[in-house]
């Protein structure tokens, strides 16, 4: 009997949710303040990362964090340019040691971290057999690894006072495969998995206060992947991802798609037989510089 109530109570919340959602297509969710928080954004030299930094410099306190020192102190003196007090660290994000020493600097420098940005990535466009072990080691060391040791010397700090927010930029190739980027679409499922893993394991635990966001825009014209085109996907400004990601922060999102419709598409696909799906990749068309049989080549 309580296995039957049990189904019919899921049922109801299951059309409530359905009815919720369709909801707030029409009403805009109501946008929380991040005045005061402290917020570390990983990669912060270039690309998403810089574009993120100049939107939370309107809003909070920055930690920038990138291996690259010249192009994380260019994001912090535009910052610093914009008001926010900016406190810059040189880290390589596929260095243990390093997060650990560079956390416990900014915790006693700054204070407790409550906004994090795991952007820090790397990408190396390539067939499998011409892909370096060495890259592919570093792939997951930046791309999902850093995301794991940063996040544990942080949550520690969010957890006592039940506050804070993680956010994880992974990618479309986090649920959908390109040929020519298999180390980098298996780092971003991963990325993808450790947001949702981590966002059940708080709920499990009673702290909602913690937040979870994950990023996963198609291509982005950063410099990464040089020359991307596709007949179907926009290549992406940094500035149009980033705006719908500071949006889906603000607004507590838990899946940040750009272009939104692409949660549709992908959708979709899951349940496509595989010519169909073969069909649809040859529609698509897309392209980017890769290394193919040690040759730069266009696919």
């Known amino acids: 009997m309580k296995i039957i109530l049990d189904l019919l109570l899921l049922l109801l919340i299951i059309i409530y949710s359905y009815l919720e959602s369709l909801v707030k297509v029409f009403i805009p969710r109501r946008k929380k303040s991040v005045a005061g928080e402290i917020v570390l954004i990983t990669g912060a030299g270039h690309g998403i990362g810089r574009q993120t930094a100049y939107e939370f410099a309107k809003r909070s306190r920055l930690v920038l964090w990138d291996i690259n020192k010249h192009g994380v102190e260019e994001t912090a003196a535009e910052c610093r340019n914009l008001g926010a007090t900016t406190h810059v660290f040189v880290v390589d994000c596929s260095n243990r040691e390093e997060i650990h020493s560079s956390v416990n600097q900014v915790k006693k420098e700054v204070g407790d971290v409550t906004i994090l940005v795991n952007n820090a990535g790397v990408i190396y466009p390539a067939d499998l ?121 603000l607004t507590d999102k838990k899946m940040i798609f750009v272009p939104s419709h692409i949660n549709i598409s992908l959708t979709i696909e899951r349940f496509l037989p595989e010519r169909a799906l073969a069909a649809i990749n040859h529609v698509q068309d897309i392209q980017f510089e890769a290394v193919i049989g040690h040759k730069i080549k266009m696919k």
């Open 129 to 249: 057999l011409s892909t370096k072990d060495e890259e592919i080691i570093k792939t997951f060391e930046v791309n999902i690894l850093g995301h794991f040791w940063i996040t544990k010397a942080l949550l520690p700090s969010m957890i006592r006072r039940n506050h804070g927010h993680i956010v994880t930029v992974a990618s479309v190739c986090g649920h959908g495969v390109i040929p020519y980027l298999i180390p980098y679409c298996s780092s971003k499922f991963a990325a993808v998995g450790f947001h949702r893993a981590l966002t059940s394991e708080l709920e499990a635990l009673g702290k909602t206060g913690i937040k979870t966001s994950c990023l996963c825009p198609v291509f982005v014209n950063t410099g990464f992947t040089k020359n991307p085109s596709t007949r179907l996907w926009p290549v992406l400004e940094t500035g149009e991802v980033v705006r719908s990601l500071i949006d889906g922060i």
